[in-house]
């Protein structure tokens, strides 16, 4: 296991925004994902891993489909660090039509303990890697005209500096602020579109669920404020009367967005 990409320089460009100081050991890293999928992985116990020629990057699926050719299947999920500072954002962007969006917090190192152990038992080998690491936004545009292109890209022989362009993209997007979790596994299925790692105990690990803010036309229609707060119990009760662990059930706090009031 390897989170050589996380680095004091790195670690740097996030402290900025936090009062705190800011270690491996206390970072908290946010996921966004669609109501149904978090409900999947809540019911089934487990991470979703895609594979990352699937995200719509033709840099990454080049990089993907060079380690293919050199024997691995990989699979990564993305987090971000600035979940809350950048919150309006990623409601937005991470939205598809007539889908409602949820996410979850919990710390950079307990997900990591998990890991390890959780791929193990699901890929039934040992002939892996895992590598983990914030992304560096340094990428221009020209770079991948002249430097890294696709063609490039094919020919490169280095395993581990294939595995680190999987943590570098375009400047553009560094308001997203991701931290990466990449599995690079030996002779797999090249193809696979995804890897459920299971086993993950998730109830130890997800403690706080938060629901997208409600939509503006119903805003509209609750102006009153018991109208809106009945509603949003009902959204909430909804979303829990969907997860079958009883246990977890319990134990799990969820709320509406606190962007909630804010009219987009």
Same mark, same amino acid.
């Given at each position: 296991m390897s989170?050589? #990409?996380?680095n004091e320089s @790195?670690? +740097?460009?996030?402290?900025? &925004?936090?009062?705190?100081? @800011? =270690?491996k050991e206390n970072l908290c890293i946010t996921r966004y994902l669609k109501s149904e999928d978090l409900l999947k992985s809540l019911n089934g116990d487990y991470m &979703? #891993?895609?594979n990352p020629a699937n995200w719509d990057d033709p840099f990454e699926e080049a990089v993907v489909r060079r380690l293919n050719v050199r024997g691995y299947s990989v699979f990564g999920i993305c #987090? =971000? =660090?600035? +979940? &809350?500072?950048?919150?309006? +954002? #990623?409601w937005r962007t991470c939205k598809e039509e007539n889908k409602f969006l949820s996410s979850f917090s919990f710390k950079y190192s307990s997900f990591m303990e998990h890991l390890n152990s959780a791929v193990k038992s699901t890929l039934k080998t040992e002939d892996y890697k895992i590598y983990s690491g914030l992304v560096d936004y340094s990428l221009q545009r020209k770079d991948l005209e002249k430097d890294l292109t696709s063609?490039?890209?094919s020919q490169m022989t280095d395993d581990e500096e294939l595995v680190k362009? @999987?943590?570098?993209?375009?400047v553009a997007y560094s308001y997203e602020n991701e931290l990466r979790v990449i599995i690079k596994v030996k002779n797999g299925s090249k193809d696979e579109p995804y890897l459920n790692v299971g086993n993950f105990n998730l109830k130890t690990l997800i403690k706080h669920v938060r629901l997208e803010p409600l939509p503006k036309n119903i805003l509209k229609m609750l102006e009153d404020d018991a109208l809106r707060t009945t509603f949003k119990e009902k959204y909430i009760k909804s979303f829990t009367e969907e997860i079958k662990n009883e246990e977890l059930k319990k134990s799990l706090k969820i709320t509406v967005s606190r962007l909630d009031d804010f009219e987009f």
């Open positions: 989170d050589k #990409f996380i @790195l670690l +740097a460009e996030i402290k900025k &925004y936090y009062a705190s100081e @800011l =270690t &979703y #891993f895609s #987090f =971000t =660090t600035s +979940a &809350y500072r950048n919150e309006e +954002a #990623f063609k490039a890209i362009l @999987l943590f570098r993209k375009r």
